[in-house]
């Protein structure tokens, strides 16, 4: 909030036009016409606004960069690469660095940044991801509610609860009566992709169908791929759904060796620009746009504490 009271939400609602539209004429950023700029500045005189400290860290600069945090597990993914470049993009048009934060050796200080990225945050790595950020807020890229979570002043999410009963719909459509789910190992299991399991068996109950989540690890082998099509072959299950990405490939080239060649494949995270199976495309590229721009939100003063915003993701598959 402004020090006068008046925030960028009363701005926005007072011109009719979007709080991000109202930041980026504020703070001189963004893609906004001049005739808006001007109306926004000579509205926000009126009405007697004043830039808060977060905006005027952003604008001004204490660090003049915001930072990425990636699970070691994600980094050489091929989604999290073009999630990272939509971040890269929004900090470039913006004037500011991009850092990306990894554990620090033997405990020294970490670089400063304006405001945090965190990708996928479990109980096992947020707290090293926000160690040493101070004030600096925090968007949480997946919805976090373990511990430290009150340090999260946003967070930014597809709805995946809903997408597998979607996903399921299609394979069941395509003749798949009884799907099973390749699920994350729980321990490294973040709030989304326990949201699928959740909408598995939603689905499940709600079509008579015995549920089996078989536990696979973030970034199977070629033999861990392999046991889990015989385990759901050997079950009698006639579709598999991956949760985590850039599997089905893999999958694909053992089925035609004859490894679970009946079983339908679907994906919770189809490759950037590949649609191999029935499933979901997040549109990383977008996705970390996205979350760059409520970061940036969050450090204007324009989004309120503790939202949510649902990001927009489609169903793809095969012809």
């Known amino acids: 909030m402004a020090a006068s009271g008046v925030t960028i939400v009363d701005i926005a609602r007072a011109l009719g036009i979007s709080k991000t539209a109202v930041s980026s004429a504020l703070h001189g950023r963004g893609r906004v016409s001049e005739e808006t700029r001007q109306r ?10 004043q830039s808060n400290r977060a905006a005027q860290r952003l604008r001004g600069g204490q660090h003049g960069a915001i930072g990425l945090h990636l699970p070691a597990d994600l980094r050489e993914l091929a989604f999290y690469m073009e999630f990272t470049f939509g971040v890269a993009d929004v900090a470039a ?3 500011l ?8 050796a033997g405990g020294s200080p970490r670089p400063g940044v304006d405001g945090l990225l965190v990708v ?10 926000v160690r040493g950020l101070g004030e600096a807020p925090v968007v949480a890229v997946g919805e976090y509610r373990g511990p430290g979570s009150a340090a999260v002043a946003a967070s930014i999410a597809a709805d995946h609860r809903g997408l597998i009963g979607q996903v399921l719909d299609v394979l069941s459509e395509r003749g ?28 499940c109950g709600a079509h008579g169908v015995q549920p089996l989540v078989l536990r696979v690890p973030v970034a199977p082998t070629d033999a861990e791929i392999e046991r889990a099509l015989a385990e759901v072959e050997a079950a009698g299950r006639d579709a598999l ?3 985590a990405q850039s599997v089905v490939p893999h999958a694909l080239a053992l089925q035609a060796r004859g490894y679970g060649a009946g079983i339908q494949l679907g994906t919770m995270a189809v490759d950037p620009g590949a ?21 940036l939100g969050v ?21």
Do not use: I, K
Request: hydrophobic fraction near 50%; aromatic fraction near 6%.
């Open 176 to 203: 798949a009566e009884r799907p099973a789910l390749a699920a994350l190992e729980e321990q490294r299991e973040p709030l989304w992709a326990s949201d699928v399991v959740a909408g598995y068996r939603d689905w």
């Open 97 to 104: 660095d991009l850092l990306l934060r990894t554990a620090a």
């Open 120 to 129: 996928d945050p479990t109980p096992d790595t947020f707290p090293d991801a």
């Open 241 to 243: 759904v991956w949760v």
């Open 299 to 319: 450090l204007a003063g324009a989004v309120d504490a503790g939202a949510h915003e649902v990001h927009a993701a489609r169903l793809v598959g095969p012809a």
């Open 40 to 49: 926004v500045l000579a509205q926000a005189e009126a009405m007697g606004y």
């Open 275 to 295: 649609a191999r199976a029935v499933g979901v495309d997040l549109r990383p590229r977008a996705y970390g746009r996205a979350a760059a721009e409520l970061l």
């Open 93 to 95: 048009e913006r004037g």
